[in-house]
């Protein structure tokens, strides 16, 4: 059976290939990871999704050799690592796990030195390189740098994880659920920082999970995995959530495709909706004329800054006796950053007070508001859209198929 | 300095994420140090006005000279520190030998013999006796104290390389450390607490066995007590086994101050 995944041209170069690999552990009657062949492209995070036990660590892990294959070839950069010496390419490959692995008895700093020293960097530019990596993951250098792990929260643990493997400006890094034993609500935060950072970096990253929503948001290109690391199908996130090559995805993906493919889109990436606001220091009469000249049904009141601060609706002001618009209505809840995806938002809005999700900045500031239209209309583009592209990739085929039978015959 | 740190902390566990798992440190103050060596110099102190409101004997007088003692006790402490030096030496190499992968199979076997030792103190003295029929003296004594107690130094050092977190090793092999500088960078310094309590625990029992090293002519402050057993003399029965004790305690606790110096921060 052919176990193969290859890209298209319109991928960049190739920057690791596995070729037919092979790995059978003692004693297990089925190869843990069967014949598989993966093409990884430059600067892409390509996701290793599947059920427990499918061999996805396993792949991984033979890539910087922690596992040697049984066999088969692995190559990264164009050069054949399968029999390089192990702590040599290693040093070039950044590593991260679940467990993250810190080591105790070494401060963050120390923790993050380990393979520029043993890449033999001068002291100089060691220490300058803690601090830029620190400041990278959003932790001071001042505060941070000589606390020892115990002393971090997981998030900040997993965060110096992060900066440890990028260290050594590896080309490559491999991370195997680094998200996985962290809650969900700093997950999600870590996530988008690592994407955020990843479009900085630009890293060509083999990225391990079993979360099918996590695979969705964070890859560039997803190779669902069978058992024996049997690719199921290797796509965008968009293509394999609109055409699924087989029941197993489909079943892998579970009910939602489209609410998943709310993943996709990020908030920056849509039109804004306008919405009635009022500075901090007008008086009722300004909201109610603000809410006369649109049609919704409340206000939102910003500081000084611009930075949202209260929701006033017009039974608000008339209960309110004439106190400050600041004093009256309700607090914003449901406050995402432009990076956030439709998801994030449409998780957030429905809870909301009046059901929508209020857009800011980094530093805070109103950028507008996504409502639940908003959602809808993306759904149904993405739909349109993906739709339209697996037509044209069925033509295609078509083509080639009819190309290279008019060649053979 | 203190005061700004501690400010620090306090503002970020204000955000859950950055909430900060407490610091474990042993703030054992300068006069809880000073509490043990005050309390043996008191011990020590009334052992002597004791023995000097006595009126001694000549037999009592020739076994409690202050240059018999000063042998005694300085063989004493010859015996333990030579006996507990060969067997840090072996044991520790050993140990780190015996965790290798390729013994994981019979690590459970191995661990268990190494266990025998830690509950039986009488193997001490059938070690003793058992050296005995070949040879005596000082270096007999030192083969018989060395064969007892590596044996907890072998099983602490085994159980505190095993404890160190596998994800800590992998994320050393990982990054491409080598095997030798995973060993000699995490393994041992992780292991460092547990390895030394079994030190502390070989010093200890060699100080108690030694003891019994005047059975086979090594000397030691057994000399003294033996002295007073087989002359009859309370007094000197007693001050050999006070001294021992005295002994046994410093030495617990100036490896108590060993172990608080070497564990690795941030533990
Ligand atoms: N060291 C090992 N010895 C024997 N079998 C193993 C070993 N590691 C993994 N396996 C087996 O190989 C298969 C794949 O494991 P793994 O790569 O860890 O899966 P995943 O990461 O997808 O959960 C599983 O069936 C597992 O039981
Ligand atoms: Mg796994």
Not at chain 1, 24 to 45: H, N, R, S, W
Not at chain 1, 150 to 165: E, H, T
Not at chain 1, 270 to 291: K, S
Not at chain 2, 97 to 105: K, Q
Request: with cysteine; glycine share 8%; aromatic share 4%.
């Amino acid at each position: 059976m052919t176990n193969f995944g290859t890209v298209d041209g319109t991928a960049g170069r190739i920057m690791i290939r596995l070729e037919n690999l092979r790995k059978e552990y003692p004693k297990e009657p089925k190869p843990a990871v069967d014949d598989l062949t993966l093409e990884i492209p430059e600067g892409e995070i390509v996701i290793l999704v599947g059920p427990s036990g499918c061999g996805k660590t396993t792949t991984m892990k033979m890539i910087n050799r922690i596992i040697e294959p049984t066999s088969g070839r692995i190559v990264v950069d164009d050069k054949d690592v399968t029999h390089e010496d192990p702590d040599q390419l290693r040093r070039r490959i950044g590593y991260v796990i679940q467990q993250i692995g810190l080591f105790p008895h070494q401060t963050i700093a120390e923790n993050i030195a380990t393979v520029p020293k043993l890449l033999g960097w001068d002291a100089k530019r060691i220490d300058a390189r803690i601090d830029e990596l620190l400041e990278t993951v959003s932790m001071s250098p001042a505060t941070y740098r000589n606390r020892y792990p115990k002393q971090l929260s997981g998030g900040q643990r997993q965060r110096v994880g992060v900066a440890r493997a990028l260290s050594g400006d590896p080309a490559v890094m491999l991370m195997d659920e680094p998200f996985g034993a962290i809650d969900p609500i700093t997950r999600d935060r870590l996530q988008n920082e690592f994407l955020r950072l990843q479009a900085e970096v630009r890293k060509t990253i083999v990225f391990v999970t079993h979360d099918i929503d996590e695979a969705i948001k964070m890859g560039d290109r997803i190779a669902i995995l069978e058992e024996g690391s049997r690719i199921a199908q290797y796509d965008t996130p968009e293509q394999i959530l609109t055409a699924p090559a087989s029941d197993f995805v489909a079943d892998f993906i579970g009910a939602g495709a489209s609410l998943k493919r709310l993943n996709l889109s990020r908030v920056r990436d849509i039109q804004l909706t306008e919405w009635p606001t009022v500075a901090r220091n007008a008086d009722g009469a300004a909201v109610l004329d603000a809410l006369r000249a649109s049609d919704k049904g409340c206000a939102l009141v910003l500081d000084e800054q611009r930075r949202p601060c209260r929701w006033v609706s017009a039974a608000d002001v008339q209960r309110g006796d004439g106190r400050a618009i600041d004093e009256i209505g309700l607090p914003p809840d449901a406050v995402v950053e432009p990076q956030a995806t439709l998801n994030d938002a449409l998780n957030e809005l429905i809870t909301a007070n009046y059901s929508v999700a209020i857009v800011v900045d980094a530093a805070g500031v109103y950028q507008g508001i996504v409502d639940i239209d908003h959602i809808n209309e993306a759904i149904r583009g993405m739909r349109t859209a993906a739709r339209a592209k697996a037509r044209a990739g069925l033509v295609e085929d078509r083509d080639e198929d009819l190309l290279t039978k008019g060649t053979t015959t | 300095m203190t005061t700004s740190t501690e400010q620090s902390l306090g503002a970020e566990a204000t955000a859950p994420e950055m909430g900060m798992a407490p610091i474990r440190r042993e703030h054992r103050t300068v006069a809880s140090y000073l509490l043990m060596p005050v309390f043996l110099a008191l011990v020590c102190l009334g052992l002597y006005l004791y023995v000097q409101s006595k009126e001694l004997d000549t037999i009592e007088q020739r076994a409690l000279n202050a240059s018999r003692l000063g042998t005694a006790g300085w063989e004493h402490v010859q015996l333990t520190i030579v006996s507990t030096i060969f067997v840090i030496l072996i044991a520790i190499p050993l140990g780190v030998f015996l965790t290798r992968p390729f013994t994981r199979r019979f690590r459970g076997v191995l661990l268990t013999v190494a266990n025998i030792g830690q509950a039986l103190p009488t193997i001490g003295v059938l070690a003793l006796f058992a050296v005995a029929f070949v040879f005596i003296g000082f270096k007999a004594a030192i083969v018989g104290l060395v064969a007892y107690t590596v044996l907890p130094v072998l099983r602490n050092t085994m159980v505190g390389l095993q404890q160190v977190d596998e994800n800590v090793l992998e994320a050393g092999r990982g990054m491409g450390i080598s095997k030798m500088g995973v060993l000699t960078r995490i393994e041992l310094p992780l292991a460092v607490p547990i390895i030394l309590a079994g030190v502390r625990t070989a010093l200890v029992i060699n100080v108690g066995t030694a003891a019994l090293a005047t059975y086979i002519n090594a000397g030691g402050l057994g000399d003294i007590i033996v002295a007073g057993l087989s002359t009859n003399r309370l007094t000197v029965q007693i001050t050999g086994a006070v001294l021992t004790a005295v002994l046994a305690l410093l030495v617990d606790y100036l490896a108590g101050i060993a172990e608080d110096v070497l564990r690795p921060k941030g533990l």
